[in-house]
């Protein structure tokens, strides 16, 4: 079996990614909100250059599938009209931002924007982020991301390097200033690291100051209302263009849910899930064969059979192969596709050795009847 293709980066707008059913064209939304405007405008490019179906990503983005050579520069030229488009390729691979959808600071989030525009910025790697998880309670912690902004247990705001339970305290004045510092501490220090909790977990040693204990995260997001409006969520994080029309003013977040903005009420759509007890929102599962060229078998019409067997406390990712891109930490149960069915890792990632091979839908069924 060939191992699958490493690529090294994420895919964006303004450098797409090939997969099976055309490019991915992933949209980053300027601090993690799209205006009615903006939804109905990207649903109808879905239609108008790609195939009509968008993903939700973990990094609060938004992807647009099944987009051509052709329509690719068009495409580009539309969203640039709708105010979702870097200036540049290395803008655009450095703005890696997520924000909380409940108390952020817009200020902030707008200040480090620009910041990460300028040409004094870091050359970052591809997938190293932010997040601004400023509200009362942190509700990003499990989001990926290298520098973070949070509040410490008296409410005060820290600066946080991923894979601490300390962080530095920091005011709104400075708190861009730094986490750009960090950043460029990082830069120069990294050697071949591209991520931050690997590099402090091999030894490295943060500046002064990084000693005032951060809150662990309590917040469980489902699907329902907060005070900024409905969360919903969506089956895989994938909903159609007609679906994606209705949203209206909507906060991403990196848990494939959407938040909708002063919505009393989630509209009744087939793509969208209201139930916090829907056992396929506790399934993580990868675009799969056909759609991912790298895929060894169908993931989500996999997932759908094996959703009525999940116990309540069960949460599953199953991923088309090896490199498990739809959730690259460990999961309590991961199936893995091969060539001959699914193997099945236990507390591991899609890559990590299995607990069994090559597994039939009825073997599968099985183990999760066994599993706690």
């Known amino acids: 079996m060939n191992a699958p ?42 239609l108008r250059y790609g195939n009509g179906i968008i993903d939700l990503s973990s990094r609060a983005n938004v992807q647009l599938r099944g987009v ?8 580009i030229d539309a969203l640039r009209d709708l105010s979702l488009i870097d200036p540049s390729e290395a803008v655009e691979s450095r703005r890696n931002v997520i924000v909380t959808p ?11 924007t620009d910041a990460l525009g300028q040409s004094y910025a870091p050359a970052l790697p591809h997938k190293f ?35 601490m339970s300390t962080g530095k305290p920091v005011s709104v004045e400075n708190c861009i200033s730094e986490a750009l510092a960090l950043a460029n501490w990082f830069m120069d220090t990294r050697s071949t690291h591209n991520r931050m909790a690997k590099l402090l977990g091999d030894g490295a ?6 000693n005032t204990a951060r809150q662990t995260q309590t917040y469980a997001p489902v699907p329902g209302p907060t005070p900024q409006g409905m969360i919903a969520g969506m089956a895989f994080g994938q909903v159609t263009a007609a679906a994606f029309a209705s949203l209206g003013d909507i906060r991403l977040t990196p ?25 396929l929102l506790r399934i993580t599962a990868c675009t799969g ?8 078998n169908q993931t989500r019409a996999f997932a759908r059979h094996l959703a009525p067997h999940l116990k309540p406390s069960q949460t599953l990712h199953i991923s088309g192969c090896a490199k498990g891109c739809a959730h690259p930490k460990a999961a309590p149960l991961t199936l893995t596709a091969t060539g001959n069915g699914f193997d099945l890792v236990k507390q591991g990632r899609a890559g990590d050795t ?11 069924i099985k183990a999760l009847s066994h599993a706690p």
């Not at 009362?136 to 247990?153: C, F």
């Not at 040693?205 to 990084?210: A, K, V």
């Not at 299995?354 to 599968?364: F, M």
Request: charged residues 20%; glycine residues 8%; aromatic residues 4%.
């Open 289 to 296: 064969a056909p759609d991912c060229a790298q895929a060894l």
């Open 205 to 210: 040693t943060l500046p002064d100051g990084f």
């Open 129 to 163: 982020g932010f997040a601004i998880d400023t509200g009362p309670k942190p509700v990003l912690q499990t989001a990926p991301a290298d520098i973070r902004l949070e509040r410490d247990l008296k409410g005060e705001l820290i600066l946080v390097a991923d894979g």
């Open 68 to 75: 051509t050579l052709d329509t690719h520069a068009p495409l």
């Open 102 to 112: 409940f108390g952020e600071m817009p200020a902030a989030a707008h200040a480090l």
């Open 5 to 46: 293709e490493i690529k090294g980066y994420c895919p964006g707008a303004l450098r797409p990614m090939m997969s099976g059913d055309g490019l991915v064209v992933r949209i980053r939304p300027y601090n993690g909100r799209l205006s009615r405007v903006q939804t109905k405008g990207i649903a109808a490019l879905s």
């Open 255 to 279: 848990w494939r849910m959407i938040l909708m903005e002063g919505c009393e009420h989630v509209p009744q759509l087939d793509s969208l899930i209201t139930d916090p007890t829907h056992p």
């Open 354 to 364: 299995p607990a069994a091979s090559n597994l039939t839908q009825n073997d599968i």
